[in-house]
């Protein structure tokens, strides 16, 4: 038996008729949420879902058998198809991944043998949230904040960049297809790639991440912008002695979570608040770089738990300075509209939805 909670969406939506039920899993370093839907008019209506803890399992079998019986045992609900939404580089076949932040791999050929499942698509992570935009009422503030409106004519059907600092860094790039009149996500491993440095702090910040990580490898932009990444930087300016010691000073050092710490103290103490103001910049500079890479005319969209935890700091003067900080084409960053993807479950609706585009192409 393994451990895990229950959330039921809408109690009514359990006695309506569907045309079919699906899965759609969010697997991460920190949780994996495995949702079950019904179908109807080809769109997913999320019941409920079973929640795990990613480090107190050894393996998605378990935790996907357990929700099959829960499913079948309360609601009389039979379920063959999946898609999985999971952290990490999906095999070119698709058919296995082995998870960034996990010490497990989740294989193809294995669940089909071990569960009820017939038909099984893995997607990146980050693709699962980007099919899951699809599903969100941008005139919701329970779905979606805006940061910053779109200067001119927004483009609605043009290239969106999605970014979301959590366990790790995640990017996707949402392309319109015409024809299924969704946005379709690109994987990326973009959160892999080399941080730019620009000047001395940065320099000695990235040689204290290197000693102190034991990396010999070029510091990424995920050893910054992550809940690791508050904590490496958090961790440095305390090396620096620029600030005292406050009361809150050994909680965050004696905790497991620093950065859930440095984040609620941020307004009080001031190694945390520098802490994220440096986040904050670097933060900006990748959403700049990675909205310039793709030509994100439709706008930038951010997501994580660090975002929606911390929505203040993207209003910020810092944030949107160092955004539009460009040598040739501020003009362009100007004009990008920016939001905050509140709506936690956007990664079950987009695996959901994903099955049913994947089963349909």
Not at 171 to 190: A, Q, T
Not at 247 to 262: N, V
Request: hydrophobic letters at 35%.
């Amino acid at each position: 038996m393994i451990d895990y909670s229950v959330r039921t969406f809408e109690k009514k939506l359990l006695d309506e008729k569907y045309s079919s039920y699906i899965i759609g899993a969010d697997v991460g370093g920190t949780n994996t949420n495995i949702g079950v839907a019904g179908v109807k008019n080809s769109k997913p209506v999320l019941l409920f879902s079973l929640d795990f803890k990613s480090q107190e399992i050894n393996s998605l079998v378990p935790a996907v058998s357990e929700t099959l019986s829960y499913a079948d045992k309360k609601y009389s609900i039979k379920v063959d198809s999946a898609c999985f939404g999971l952290a990490g580089i999906v095999s070119p076949y698709q058919d296995l991944i082995s998870l960034t932040n996990v010490d497990w791999t989740v294989n193809k050929k294995e669940l089909i043998k071990e569960t009820a499942l017939d038909n099984i698509f893995f997607i990146n992570d980050f693709q699962a949230i980007g099919y899951g935009f699809n599903l969100l009422n941008p005139n919701n503030k329970k779905d979606l904040l805006e940061i910053k409106a779109a200067k001119g004519q927004e483009r609605s059907l043009s290239t969106k960049a999605l970014i979301g600092a959590g366990t790790g860094l995640g990017k996707s790039i949402l392309i319109y297809d015409k024809h299924f009149k969704i946005y379709v996500p690109i994987p990326s491993e973009g959160g892999h790639g080399d941080f730019p440095i620009q000047n001395d702090f940065e320099i000695k910040l990235t040689k204290f991440i290197k000693e102190f990580r034991g990396i010999s490898q070029p510091i990424t932009y995920e050893e910054l912008l992550s809940g690791r990444g508050i904590e490496n930087i958090y961790l440095f300016l305390k090396k620096l002695q620029q600030f005292d010691s406050t009361i809150y000073t050994k909680e965050i050092d004696g905790s497991q979570d620093k950065a859930k710490l440095i984040s609620k103290y941020r307004e009080k103490d001031e190694t945390c608040r520098e802490t994220f103001r440096s986040f904050t910049l670097f933060y900006a500079r990748c959403a700049k770089n990675f909205v310039l890479d793709i030509m994100a005319t439709g706008g930038l969209y951010i997501t994580g738990g660090i975002a929606s935890k911390n929505k203040e700091i993207f209003k910020s003067k810092e944030f949107l300075d160092e955004f539009e900080n460009a040598y040739r084409r501020s003009d362009l960053l100007k004009k990008i509209p920016i939001y905050i993807v509140i709506n936690y479950d956007v990664s079950l609706y987009g695996a959901c939805l994903a099955a049913i585009y994947y089963s349909n192409r």
